[in-house]
T-cell receptor, first 109, second 115 residues
């Protein structure tokens, strides 16, 4: 079967750095997405990785290792507005997105 | 503003009611999706439409009936629902279905409560 694993909840301090991990087992791989979802709002696109390595976009970076079936989202200089759920999703061989259950990130002052 | 709107934002209905959810995308995309999001569970893909044609139906009960009159509009018709159908229903759109990097853009969802 297809499976995406990510921690249920994480807590971090304002101004710090946090890494949210995602491991996957899917039938085929056509890229990995990270989305941010604030409570009661739409998921919004953060990043897409299809090749191994680190993609940096401002305070957010995303890393992919296809051989390990592993990705992480790195958030730097955390702000209170970063409190949200972070969703990992993999595009499988049929280009269908397989989703993780999301990681709820709590930022404390 | 993501360019995908959904109405209503909140809906409470009894098990014998019939209601419809509406989604509209203003992005010029060709593919549209319905997802169910339950607490602490992964997003569940329900239906996919590409150029108004249904391409996926992930074993969704017949009490959920989708309709896609054109590439910009998507409906989800609901009838004789069960309390376990209470969830957030999200609509999304993407440029096409092919290509792994085709980003999906989501609407804000309809929070459905079935009594």
């Amino acid at each position: 079967g297809q499976n995406i694993d990510q921690p249920t909840e994480m807590t971090a301090t304002e101004g710090a750095i946090v890494q949210i991990n995602c491991t996957y087992q899917t039938s085929g791989f056509n890229g990995l997405f990270w989305y941010q979802q604030h409570a009661g709002e739409a998921p919004t696109f953060l990043s897409y990785n299809v090749l191994d390595g680190l993609e940096e976009k401002g305070r957010f970076s995303s890393f992919l290792s296809r051989s390990k079936g592993y990705s992480y989202l790195l958030l730097k200089e955390l702000q209170m507005k970063d409190s949200a759920s972070y969703l990992c999703a993999v595009s499988d061989s049929n280009y269908q997105l397989i989703w993780g259950a999301g990681t709820k990130l709590i930022i404390k002052p | 503003e993501t360019g995908v709107t959904q109405t209503p934002r909140h809906l409470v209905m009894g098990m014998t009611n019939k209601k419809s959810l509406k989604c509209e995308q203003h992005l010029g995309h060709n593919a549209m999706y319905w997802y169910k999001q339950s607490a602490k569970k992964p997003l569940e893909l329900m239906f996919v439409y590409n150029f108004k044609e249904q391409t996926e139906n992930n074993s969704v009960p017949s009490r959920f009936s989708p309709e896609c009159p054109n590439s910009s509009h998507l409906f989800l018709h609901l009838h004789t629902l069960q309390p376990e159908d209470s969830a957030l229903y999200l609509c999304a759109s993407s440029q096409d279905l092919t290509g792994g990097g085709d980003t999906q853009y989501f609407g804000p969802g309809t929070r459905l409560t079935v009594l």
